[in-house]
């Protein structure tokens, strides 16, 4: 079983910054890729960003620009800087795991059903 535990939510204004967190066990850091994902009331969960162990990465395109994902392996931490935030951005954000290989990373890391565990959330709210 992996436990994956988020930290870092909170309410913004719009056009700030939030740093969420991601800490989960040290091998998952060092062999899957990791995850973002939000999901606000009333609509599907969709993928936001991911990193894989090499520091691949990939990001919704209504993120570019705005949000970096960045892992710490030495501290078994996965982050999600979030910058110029909007209300649309609202939602409660979940990092999950997934053993995507480098080939299908850039095609199918936002399908939820590619990753298996998954933390409790962490609620951004942007006003």
């Known amino acids: 079983h992996v436990q994956l535990v988020e930290s870092g939510g909170g309410s913004v204004q719009a056009g700030g910054n939030l740093t969420l967190s991601c800490a989960g066990p040290?091998?998952?850091?060092?062999?899957?890729?990791v995850g973002w994902f939000r999901q606000a009331p009333g609509k599907q969960r969709e993928g936001v960003a991911v990193?894989?162990?090499?520091?691949?990465?990939a990001y919704a395109n209504s993120v570019k620009g705005r949000f970096t994902v960045s892992q710490d392996t030495g501290e078994n931490t996965v982050y999600l800087q979030m910058d110029s935030l909007k209300p649309e951005d609202s939602a409660r954000y979940y990092c999950?795991?997934?053993?995507?290989?480098?080939?299908?990373?850039?095609?199918?890391?936002?399908?939820?059903?590619?990753?298996?565990?998954w933390g409790q959330g962490t609620q951004v709210t942007v006003s």
């Open positions: 999950a795991r997934g053993r995507l290989p480098p080939s299908r990373l850039a095609i199918d890391w936002d399908r939820v059903g590619e990753y298996d565990y």
């Open positions: 040290e091998y998952t850091f060092r062999s899957d890729c």
């Open positions: 990193i894989d162990s090499r520091g691949r990465m």
